[in-house]
Protein backbone atom coordinates (compact mmCIF):
# COMPACT_ATOMS: atom_id res chain seq x y z
CA UNK A 1 0.00 0.00 0.00
CA UNK A 2 1.49 3.64 -1.43
CA UNK A 3 2.00 6.13 1.58
CA UNK A 4 0.03 9.37 1.22
CA UNK A 5 3.56 11.17 0.86
CA UNK A 6 1.27 14.49 1.57
CA UNK A 7 0.36 13.37 5.16
CA UNK A 8 3.91 11.86 5.75
CA UNK A 9 5.35 15.37 5.15
CA UNK A 10 2.71 17.26 6.80
CA UNK A 11 3.28 14.71 10.15
CA UNK A 12 7.21 15.38 9.67
CA UNK A 13 7.01 19.17 9.77
CA UNK A 14 3.88 19.16 12.87
CA UNK A 15 6.74 16.96 14.94
CA UNK A 16 9.65 19.50 13.92
CA UNK A 17 7.31 22.38 15.03
CA UNK A 18 6.25 20.92 18.68
CA UNK A 19 10.27 20.16 18.87
CA UNK A 20 10.84 23.66 18.13
CA UNK A 21 8.29 25.24 20.32
CA UNK A 22 9.65 22.92 23.21
CA UNK A 23 12.93 24.27 22.71
CA UNK A 24 11.90 28.03 22.55
CA UNK A 25 10.24 27.94 25.97
CA UNK A 26 13.80 28.36 27.25
CA UNK A 27 15.78 29.46 24.41
CA UNK A 28 14.90 33.20 23.36
CA UNK A 29 15.08 33.76 19.89
CA UNK A 30 17.65 32.13 17.85
CA UNK A 31 15.49 30.26 15.24
CA UNK A 32 18.25 29.39 12.72
CA UNK A 33 20.48 28.11 15.00
CA UNK A 34 17.50 25.70 16.99
CA UNK A 35 16.58 24.99 13.56
CA UNK A 36 20.31 24.09 12.22
CA UNK A 37 20.70 21.75 15.46
CA UNK A 38 17.29 19.71 14.84
CA UNK A 39 18.60 19.73 11.10
CA UNK A 40 21.59 17.89 11.88
CA UNK A 41 19.96 15.77 14.36
CA UNK A 42 17.62 14.32 11.74
CA UNK A 43 20.31 14.33 9.10
CA UNK A 44 22.27 11.74 11.42
CA UNK A 45 24.85 14.15 11.39
CA UNK A 46 26.78 16.04 14.38
CA UNK A 47 26.79 20.04 14.56
CA UNK A 48 29.61 22.66 15.90
CA UNK A 49 28.49 25.44 17.56
CA UNK A 50 30.98 28.55 17.74
CA UNK A 51 30.64 31.90 19.33
CA UNK A 52 31.70 33.91 22.57
CA UNK A 53 30.99 32.70 25.97
CA UNK A 54 27.54 33.12 27.30
CA UNK A 55 24.82 33.27 24.22
CA UNK A 56 23.84 30.17 25.37
CA UNK A 57 25.50 27.58 23.13
CA UNK A 58 25.53 25.10 26.03
CA UNK A 59 22.14 25.83 27.61
CA UNK A 60 20.72 25.05 23.88
CA UNK A 61 22.36 21.59 23.67
CA UNK A 62 21.01 20.61 27.04
CA UNK A 63 17.29 22.25 26.22
CA UNK A 64 17.50 20.11 22.94
CA UNK A 65 18.38 16.69 25.13
CA UNK A 66 15.59 17.28 27.49
CA UNK A 67 12.76 17.41 24.54
CA UNK A 68 14.26 14.30 23.24
CA UNK A 69 13.39 11.01 25.54
CA UNK A 70 17.56 9.99 24.59
CA UNK A 71 20.40 9.32 27.18
CA UNK A 72 21.97 12.87 27.76
CA UNK A 73 25.75 13.04 28.48
CA UNK A 74 27.91 15.79 28.94
CA UNK A 75 31.94 15.76 28.60
CA UNK A 76 33.76 19.30 29.94
CA UNK A 77 36.80 19.48 27.61
CA UNK A 78 39.68 21.46 29.78
CA UNK A 79 43.62 21.18 28.56
CA UNK A 80 44.13 17.99 30.90
CA UNK A 81 41.43 15.70 29.95
CA UNK A 82 42.42 12.56 28.48
CA UNK A 83 40.79 10.28 25.76
CA UNK A 84 39.90 7.79 28.05
CA UNK A 85 37.84 10.41 30.42
CA UNK A 86 35.91 10.64 27.07
CA UNK A 87 35.88 6.96 25.46
CA UNK A 88 36.60 5.11 28.77
CA UNK A 89 39.06 2.28 29.56
CA UNK A 90 39.94 -1.22 31.00
CA UNK A 91 40.20 -1.56 34.46
CA UNK A 92 41.26 -4.74 36.05
CA UNK A 93 38.49 -5.64 38.56
CA UNK A 94 38.59 -8.65 41.12
CA UNK A 95 35.59 -11.24 41.76
CA UNK A 96 34.67 -12.92 45.35
CA UNK A 97 37.28 -15.53 44.65
CA UNK A 98 40.17 -12.84 44.41
CA UNK A 99 40.63 -13.28 40.92
CA UNK A 100 41.61 -10.35 38.37
CA UNK A 101 40.05 -9.35 35.20
CA UNK A 102 40.45 -6.66 33.08
CA UNK A 103 36.78 -4.92 32.37
CA UNK A 104 35.96 -2.06 30.40
CA UNK A 105 34.84 0.43 31.89
CA UNK A 106 32.41 2.76 29.62
CA UNK A 107 32.93 6.79 29.26
CA UNK A 108 30.37 9.49 28.86
CA UNK A 109 30.25 8.78 24.68
CA UNK A 110 28.13 5.84 25.61
CA UNK A 111 24.65 8.13 25.24
CA UNK A 112 22.81 8.98 22.44
CA UNK A 113 23.17 12.78 22.77
CA UNK A 114 26.60 14.25 23.82
CA UNK A 115 27.53 17.22 24.85
CA UNK A 116 31.09 18.04 24.10
CA UNK A 117 31.27 21.46 26.19
CA UNK A 118 34.60 24.23 24.90
CA UNK A 119 35.79 21.51 22.62
CA UNK A 120 38.76 23.47 21.32
CA UNK A 121 39.93 23.83 25.23
CA UNK A 122 41.66 20.28 25.25
CA UNK A 123 44.43 18.90 23.02
CA UNK A 124 44.18 17.77 19.48
CA UNK A 125 44.94 14.20 21.13
CA UNK A 126 41.86 14.09 23.22
CA UNK A 127 39.60 15.81 20.57
CA UNK A 128 40.41 12.95 18.03
CA UNK A 129 39.07 10.20 20.50
CA UNK A 130 35.66 11.47 19.02
CA UNK A 131 36.47 10.97 15.72
CA UNK A 132 35.69 7.27 15.25
CA UNK A 133 32.57 7.67 17.59
CA UNK A 134 31.39 10.75 15.05
CA UNK A 135 32.41 8.85 11.87
CA UNK A 136 32.08 5.36 12.61
CA UNK A 137 29.53 5.32 15.04
CA UNK A 138 31.80 2.82 17.34
CA UNK A 139 34.50 2.91 20.40
CA UNK A 140 37.92 0.81 19.69
CA UNK A 141 39.38 -0.11 23.04
CA UNK A 142 42.71 -2.38 22.58
CA UNK A 143 41.30 -4.97 19.87
CA UNK A 144 37.58 -4.85 20.62
CA UNK A 145 35.19 -2.71 19.18
CA UNK A 146 31.66 -1.36 20.65
CA UNK A 147 29.30 -0.42 18.86
CA UNK A 148 27.01 3.14 20.07
CA UNK A 149 23.27 3.40 20.44
CA UNK A 150 21.46 4.97 17.54
CA UNK A 151 20.89 7.40 17.35
CA UNK A 152 24.16 8.62 18.64
CA UNK A 153 24.59 12.59 18.12
CA UNK A 154 27.71 14.46 18.91
CA UNK A 155 26.83 18.84 19.69
CA UNK A 156 30.15 20.49 19.91
CA UNK A 157 30.41 24.00 21.00
CA UNK A 158 33.54 25.87 20.76
CA UNK A 159 34.57 29.47 21.43
CA UNK A 160 36.76 31.66 18.75
CA UNK A 161 40.41 30.53 18.24
CA UNK A 162 41.68 33.78 18.71
CA UNK A 163 39.91 33.49 22.66
CA UNK A 164 43.23 32.64 24.81
CA UNK A 165 43.36 29.15 25.69
CA UNK A 166 41.80 27.39 22.77
CA UNK A 167 43.59 25.12 20.41
CA UNK A 168 42.14 24.05 16.58
CA UNK A 169 40.37 21.48 15.66
CA UNK A 170 42.02 18.98 13.54
CA UNK A 171 41.07 18.98 9.78
CA UNK A 172 39.80 16.02 10.14
CA UNK A 173 37.72 16.36 13.14
CA UNK A 174 36.12 19.60 11.63
CA UNK A 175 35.13 17.05 8.61
CA UNK A 176 32.91 15.03 10.84
CA UNK A 177 30.65 18.09 11.31
CA UNK A 178 27.56 18.25 9.09
CA UNK A 179 27.29 21.69 10.27
CA UNK A 180 29.17 24.57 11.73
CA UNK A 181 26.67 27.47 13.20
CA UNK A 182 27.68 30.66 14.17
CA UNK A 183 26.05 32.09 17.09
CA UNK A 184 25.22 35.61 17.27
CA UNK A 185 24.92 38.19 19.43
CA UNK A 186 20.96 38.38 20.68
CA UNK A 187 19.40 41.38 19.49
CA UNK A 188 18.29 44.43 21.74
CA UNK A 189 14.47 42.83 22.16
CA UNK A 190 15.95 39.04 22.55
CA UNK A 191 17.81 40.79 25.55
CA UNK A 192 14.93 42.45 27.06
CA UNK A 193 13.01 38.61 26.72
CA UNK A 194 16.19 37.01 28.16
CA UNK A 195 16.85 39.06 31.22
CA UNK A 196 12.94 38.84 32.04
CA UNK A 197 13.31 34.93 31.89
CA UNK A 198 16.20 34.35 34.08
CA UNK A 199 15.81 37.47 36.69
CA UNK A 200 12.00 36.27 37.84
CA UNK A 201 13.14 32.86 39.20
CA UNK A 202 10.54 31.50 36.98
CA UNK A 203 12.31 28.28 35.01
CA UNK A 204 10.33 26.47 32.80
CA UNK A 205 10.22 22.81 33.01
CA UNK A 206 11.15 21.10 29.40
CA UNK A 207 9.48 17.75 28.61
CA UNK A 208 10.01 15.61 26.14
CA UNK A 209 8.47 15.44 22.89
CA UNK A 210 10.36 13.20 20.69
CA UNK A 211 11.26 9.67 21.22
CA UNK A 212 14.23 7.48 20.54
CA UNK A 213 12.06 5.38 17.70
CA UNK A 214 10.64 8.78 15.98
CA UNK A 215 13.93 9.87 15.77
CA UNK A 216 15.41 6.86 13.99
CA UNK A 217 12.22 7.25 12.12
CA UNK A 218 12.19 10.98 10.94
CA UNK A 219 15.80 9.59 9.68
CA UNK A 220 14.62 7.03 7.27
CA UNK A 221 12.02 9.00 5.87
CA UNK A 222 14.54 12.26 5.00
CA UNK A 223 16.72 9.40 3.12
CA UNK A 224 13.57 8.76 0.92
CA UNK A 225 13.43 11.84 -0.54
CA UNK A 226 14.47 12.18 -4.09
CA UNK A 227 16.76 14.06 -5.26
CA UNK A 228 17.51 15.08 -9.34
CA UNK A 229 20.36 14.78 -11.27
CA UNK A 230 20.36 18.19 -12.31
CA UNK A 231 20.06 19.40 -8.43
CA UNK A 232 22.60 16.82 -7.39
CA UNK A 233 24.64 18.29 -9.99
CA UNK A 234 24.43 22.11 -8.51
CA UNK A 235 25.26 20.72 -5.35
CA UNK A 236 28.69 18.71 -6.42
CA UNK A 237 29.30 22.00 -8.61
CA UNK A 238 29.09 23.95 -5.36
CA UNK A 239 31.04 21.95 -3.60
CA UNK A 240 34.14 21.19 -6.49
CA UNK A 241 34.16 25.22 -6.76
CA UNK A 242 35.71 25.53 -3.34
CA UNK A 243 38.83 23.81 -4.81
CA UNK A 244 41.65 26.48 -6.41
CA UNK A 245 42.90 23.96 -8.53
CA UNK A 246 39.74 22.28 -10.24
CA UNK A 247 37.80 23.76 -13.39
CA UNK A 248 37.61 27.56 -13.41
CA UNK A 249 37.24 28.50 -9.60
CA UNK A 250 36.47 32.08 -8.40
CA UNK A 251 38.68 35.01 -8.00
CA UNK A 252 38.41 34.68 -4.33
CA UNK A 253 38.59 30.90 -3.88
CA UNK A 254 41.50 30.79 -6.75
CA UNK A 255 43.18 33.75 -4.58
CA UNK A 256 42.39 33.11 -0.91
CA UNK A 257 42.11 29.20 -0.28
CA UNK A 258 44.71 26.60 0.11
CA UNK A 259 42.13 23.37 0.05
CA UNK A 260 38.95 23.05 -0.79
CA UNK A 261 36.28 20.84 0.76
CA UNK A 262 36.47 17.32 0.91
CA UNK A 263 33.39 15.05 -0.39
CA UNK A 264 31.50 15.19 3.01
CA UNK A 265 30.66 18.55 2.07
CA UNK A 266 28.71 17.27 -1.17
CA UNK A 267 26.99 14.85 1.06
CA UNK A 268 25.96 17.64 3.91
CA UNK A 269 24.57 19.28 1.47
CA UNK A 270 22.36 16.79 -0.41
CA UNK A 271 21.62 15.54 3.14
CA UNK A 272 20.66 19.08 4.59
CA UNK A 273 18.38 19.86 1.15
CA UNK A 274 16.27 16.76 1.80
CA UNK A 275 15.35 18.31 5.70
CA UNK A 276 14.90 21.70 4.51
CA UNK A 277 12.62 20.26 1.51
CA UNK A 278 10.29 18.12 3.46
CA UNK A 279 10.43 21.30 6.42
CA UNK A 280 8.96 23.74 3.23
CA UNK A 281 6.38 21.16 2.64
CA UNK A 282 7.57 19.24 -0.46
CA UNK A 283 9.24 15.98 -1.14
CA UNK A 284 11.69 16.88 -3.71
CA UNK A 285 15.47 18.74 -3.75
CA UNK A 286 15.04 22.38 -5.11
CA UNK A 287 18.46 24.08 -6.30
CA UNK A 288 17.57 26.91 -3.70
CA UNK A 289 17.81 23.84 -0.78
CA UNK A 290 21.01 23.48 -1.61
CA UNK A 291 21.96 27.36 -1.33
CA UNK A 292 20.64 26.79 1.99
CA UNK A 293 22.85 23.95 2.75
CA UNK A 294 25.67 25.02 0.93
CA UNK A 295 27.09 27.66 3.43
CA UNK A 296 26.84 26.19 7.14
CA UNK A 297 28.08 22.61 5.63
CA UNK A 298 31.29 24.19 3.94
CA UNK A 299 32.19 27.24 6.03
CA UNK A 300 34.50 24.64 8.05
CA UNK A 301 35.61 22.57 5.43
CA UNK A 302 38.01 25.51 3.67
CA UNK A 303 41.33 25.93 4.36
CA UNK A 304 42.59 29.62 3.82
CA UNK A 305 46.27 29.77 2.33
CA UNK A 306 48.28 32.63 3.97
CA UNK A 307 47.07 35.22 2.20
CA UNK A 308 43.54 34.63 2.92
CA UNK A 309 44.59 33.95 6.63
CA UNK A 310 46.52 37.30 6.88
CA UNK A 311 44.08 39.54 5.33
CA UNK A 312 41.77 38.01 7.76
CA UNK A 313 39.17 36.60 4.88
CA UNK A 314 36.25 35.06 5.74
CA UNK A 315 35.08 31.66 4.59
CA UNK A 316 31.29 32.97 4.44
CA UNK A 317 32.54 35.74 2.39
CA UNK A 318 33.82 32.97 -0.59
CA UNK A 319 31.36 30.71 -0.06
CA UNK A 320 28.35 33.05 -0.57
CA UNK A 321 30.11 34.50 -3.90
CA UNK A 322 30.81 31.27 -5.07
CA UNK A 323 27.29 30.56 -4.81
CA UNK A 324 26.32 33.84 -6.49
CA UNK A 325 28.71 32.23 -9.88
CA UNK A 326 27.81 28.79 -9.62
CA UNK A 327 25.31 28.13 -12.57
CA UNK A 328 22.54 26.44 -11.72
CA UNK A 329 22.61 24.22 -15.05
CA UNK A 330 26.07 22.83 -15.93
CA UNK A 331 27.39 24.49 -19.00
CA UNK A 332 27.60 22.19 -22.35
Do not use: W
Not at 19 to 35: F, S, T
Not at 71 to 94: A, C, H, K, Y
Not at 151 to 175: C, H, I, S
Request: charged residues 25%.
Amino acid sequence: MERDIGRVVAEFREKIAVLREEIGQMIVGQRDIIDGVILCLLADGQVLLEGVPGLGKTMLVRTLAAALDCRFGRVQFTPDLMPSDIIGTNMIVEDERGNKRFEFQKGPVFTNILLADEINRATPKTQAALLEAMQEKSVTVGSTTYRLEAPFFVMATQNPLEMEGTYPLPEAQLDRFLFKLNVPFPTKEDLHEILRRTTSGHEPKIRAVMTREEILSLRSLVAEVPIADHVQGYALRIMLGTHPEMGKPTKQVKQYVRFGSSPRGAQAIIKAAKIRAISEGRFSVSNEDVRFAALPALRHRIILNFEGEAEGIRTDAIIEDLIRQTPETEAR
